[in-house]
């Protein structure tokens, strides 16, 4: 029988809590009165509970676990609640259902780990330390804020977070949704937030109007692309090579309207965009990192053109927009090594690679690399384009080599 913890670490810590002695059995045969009001707290505590500790606590007239609505604790406020722990039973009082809530989340800490992390099912019993605890929050805004515009989280991430939040009687969640990135949750009223994309018509003193650069408007709509494609993991190198097949297809756009071979082009992305005042000539280079800007305001563009200068940081989901000047470089080497129409060869082969099916969506630069060699050959045989791209790659510092 798993014994609970003897430290009673509870977060937060009550207000007031003091231990009684002994300690009391739940098992199977425990049930569970739910006095009027109280109804929800006792579908909760089943719910969360019940399946990790292999518990029923079905309801019953005559049930040990006491959940009660009482009026008269009114200096608990919405979100207090009183809880005691003997050895025959367990009683749950709160003047508001919400603070019934709350002391179900204290029961489920004051249970062993295992009945919180599931590591335990089917019969069995359990025990819980007899106390005597007030509790009232201090602060009655405690939240959390979650990044899901630059940060994407898969909805079983979002469901544990929220567990994990009401376990330790957070009450607020801030969901940062949109920004500069775009917007990333459907909404059924307005269908339009995910259908229409929308560019910034810039504050004038920084940036210009964003459709005035084709490759920008192009490059985003590279990211349906991937998406759609490799799916490519927006961090770490995996996100930096989503960013720069974006910054890629963008500039081939551009200098396919323009009618520019890939030694006219001048590989920058965003070009015109920055106001007159900002020292810069645009977003990126692709042909130079890191001299695309260097402002007193905007500061100076961090991205690397080769491994020996990558930057480690935990920042723009792992550098996903810095980081990219690698792969940025070594498509710019290829495309002026092959000469000509640049989304004739170099963009086929990026092409190729994104929607072969083999780039997986966690991959590297290596990664990446080694299938832009094998596109290469079984495009173009074993004429001079296989030999490009090692080249291009070896010259950022990227290895093809299994």
């Given at each position: 029988?798993?014994?609970?913890?003897p430290?009673?670490?509870?977060?937060?810590?009550?207000?007031?809590?003091?231990s009684?002695?002994?300690?009391?059995?739940?098992?199977?045969?425990?049930?569970?009165?739910?006095?009027?009001?109280?109804?929800p707290?006792?579908?909760l505590?089943?719910?969360?509970?019940?399946?990790?500790?292999?518990?029923?606590?079905?309801?019953?007239p005559?049930?040990?676990?006491?959940?009660?609505?009482?009026?008269?604790?009114?200096?608990?406020g919405?979100?207090?609640?009183?809880?005691?722990?003997?050895?025959?039973?367990?009683?749950?009082?709160?003047?508001?259902?919400?603070?019934?809530?709350r002391?179900?989340?204290?029961?489920r800490?004051l249970?062993?780990?295992?009945a919180?992390s599931?590591?335990?099912?089917g019969?069995?019993?359990?025990?819980?330390?007899?106390?005597?605890?007030?509790?009232?929050?201090?602060?009655?805004?405690?939240g959390?804020?979650?990044?899901?515009?630059?940060?994407?989280?898969p909805?079983?991430?979002?469901?544990?977070?929220?567990?994990?939040?009401?376990?330790?009687?957070?009450?607020?969640?801030h969901l940062?949704?949109?920004?500069?990135?775009?917007?990333?949750?459907?909404?059924?009223?307005?269908?339009?937030?995910?259908?229409?994309?929308v560019?910034?018509?810039?504050d004038?003193?920084?940036f210009?109007d964003?459709?005035?650069?084709i490759?920008?408007?192009?490059?985003?709509?590279?990211?349906?692309?991937?998406?759609?494609?490799?799916?490519?993991?927006?961090?770490?190198?995996?996100?930096?090579?989503?960013?720069s097949?974006?910054?890629v297809?963008?500039?081939?756009v551009?200098?396919y309207s323009?009618?520019?071979?890939?030694?006219q082009a001048?590989?920058?992305?965003?070009?015109?965009?920055?106001?007159?005042r900002?020292?810069?000539?645009?977003?990126?280079?692709?042909?130079?990192?890191g001299?695309a800007?260097?402002?007193d305001?905007?500061?100076?563009?961090p991205?690397?053109?080769?491994?020996?200068?990558?930057?480690?940081?935990e920042e723009?989901?792992?550098?996903?927009?810095?980081?990219?000047?690698?792969?940025?470089?070594?498509f710019?080497?290829?495309?002026?090594?092959?000469?000509?129409?640049?989304?004739?060869?170099?963009?086929?082969?990026?092409?190729?690679?994104?929607?072969?099916?083999e780039?997986?969506?966690?991959?590297?630069f290596?990664?990446?690399?080694?299938?832009?060699?094998?596109?290469?050959?079984?495009?173009?045989?074993?004429?001079?384009?296989?030999?490009?791209?090692?080249?291009?790659?070896?010259?950022?510092?990227?290895?093809?080599?299994?």
């Open positions: 029988m798993p014994a609970s913890r430290d009673l670490a509870l977060l937060p810590r009550p207000s007031r809590m003091s009684l002695g002994g300690r009391l059995t739940l098992d199977r045969d425990t049930t569970v009165r739910a006095l009027p009001g109280a109804e707290a006792a579908d505590l089943r719910s969360l509970v019940g399946p990790a500790a292999g518990l029923p606590l079905a309801p019953s005559e049930g040990r676990i006491v959940l009660a609505l009482d009026e008269q604790l009114g200096g608990l919405e979100e207090g609640y009183g809880l005691t722990v003997s050895p025959q039973a367990l009683l749950l009082r709160a003047a508001h259902p919400t603070g019934l809530l002391g179900v989340q204290t029961i800490q249970l062993p780990a295992e919180l599931g590591g335990v099912r019969p069995g019993s359990w025990e819980l330390p007899c106390v005597e605890i007030t509790d009232i929050p201090e602060l009655p805004w405690r959390s804020l979650l990044d899901v515009a630059r940060h994407f989280r909805m079983d991430y979002l469901l544990r977070y929220v567990d994990l939040l009401a376990l330790h009687k957070l009450n607020t969640l940062h949704l949109t920004d500069d990135q775009g917007w990333r949750m459907p909404v059924d009223a307005y269908p339009r937030l995910t259908e229409q994309m560019f910034g018509d810039g004038g003193e920084i210009l964003f459709t005035y650069a490759d920008v408007i192009a490059h985003e709509l590279a990211h349906g692309l991937t998406q759609y494609t490799a799916n490519l993991r927006y961090e770490g190198q995996s996100g930096a090579l989503n960013e097949v974006s910054d297809f963008g500039s081939l551009k200098q323009l009618g520019q071979s890939a030694e001048d590989w920058l992305i965003g070009a015109g965009l920055l106001a007159p900002v020292s810069g000539d645009a977003l990126r280079s692709m042909k130079a990192p001299t800007y260097d402002d305001v905007l500061g100076k563009d991205q690397p053109a080769s491994m020996e200068e990558y930057v480690e940081t723009d989901n792992g550098g996903v927009h810095i980081n990219s000047g690698i792969p940025n470089r070594a710019y080497l290829l495309a002026t090594a092959l000469g000509g129409n640049a989304w004739e060869r170099a963009g086929q082969i990026w092409f190729d690679v994104l929607t072969g099916g780039l997986t969506a966690t991959a590297d290596a990664e990446f690399a080694r299938l832009t060699v094998a596109a290469a050959g079984d495009r173009f045989g074993e004429r001079g384009e296989r030999e490009a791209v090692l080249k291009a790659w070896s010259e950022v510092g990227v290895p093809t080599a299994e």
